[in-house]
Structures are given as C-alpha cells and as structure tokens.
C-alpha cells in the first residue's frame, strides 16, 4: 500500500491550502482515511478522520477550520484548510486505518508527509 500526498506549500496567516492523499495498492474497502500532523519538536497529532460512511472526528486546534472529505471510489482523502496561523506550520501525515468500536483509531499506513508552512 502506497500513500501519496501533495498540496502541501507555504501560505500566509488567514490563507488556505487543499491537500489530497491517494491510496493505491489497496485490495479492500477502507475503513477509516485522515491526517495527522507533526511540527518540529512536537509529537504527531490528530487533524481530521473521516470513516468509510462520512462520520468525522477533529483535533481540538483545527476544529472549525479544518474540513477532511474523502472520495472512496478513488481511495483518495482531502484536507481543506483555512484560517491558516503560523501554529499550524508542521508536516502532514495522511493515514489509513480502521476506527475501533471505543472510537480509538488503529492506523495500518502511513504516507510519507507533505510540509504546510505558514509565516507572515
């Protein structure tokens, strides 16, 4: 399995970048498609997660501004961002995997990360 990100760049405070993920290589429904980030110095967190029936989940710092969609038939997953602040400059990391019945989220891959940068 393959996870191939882009969209990543560098944008002004209050701007917006769309990020896409394909995954290939896979040879069943998947389950659960999203991302994570990291910034220097800082552990990975949650982004966005979208289930195979649409149901969302969000991290506390981009709730509001942050938008993940999916096309399933394409195994392909989006970030919308917006209202971009110099905090949200990290690397993304687009993930699938499946979400358990305890809303925890078991990723099976990860991609190889795309850089958002955000500075005045």
């Known amino acids: 399995v393959q996870l191939q990100a882009s969209g990543g760049g560098v944008v002004h405070p209050g701007g917006s970048l769309r990020l896409s993920c394909a995954a290939s290589?896979?040879?069943?429904?998947?389950?659960?498609m999203g991302w994570y980030r990291q910034a220097p110095g800082k552990q990975r967190e949650l982004v966005g997660l979208?289930?195979?029936?649409?149901?969302?989940t969000y991290g506390g710092a981009v709730q509001g501004r942050f938008f993940v969609s999916r096309d399933s038939a394409k195994n392909t997953v989006f970030l919308q961002t917006s209202s971009l602040t110099p905090e949200d400059t990290a690397v993304y990391y687009c993930?699938?995997?499946?979400?358990?019945?305890?809303?925890?989220?078991?990723?099976?891959?990860w991609g190889q990360g795309t850089q958002v940068t955000v500075y005045s």
């Open positions: 979208i289930t195979y029936g649409g149901r969302t």
């Open positions: 290589g896979v040879g069943h429904r998947i389950n659960t």
């Open positions: 993930t699938v995997g499946t979400s358990m019945s305890n809303g925890a989220y078991s990723p099976h891959y």
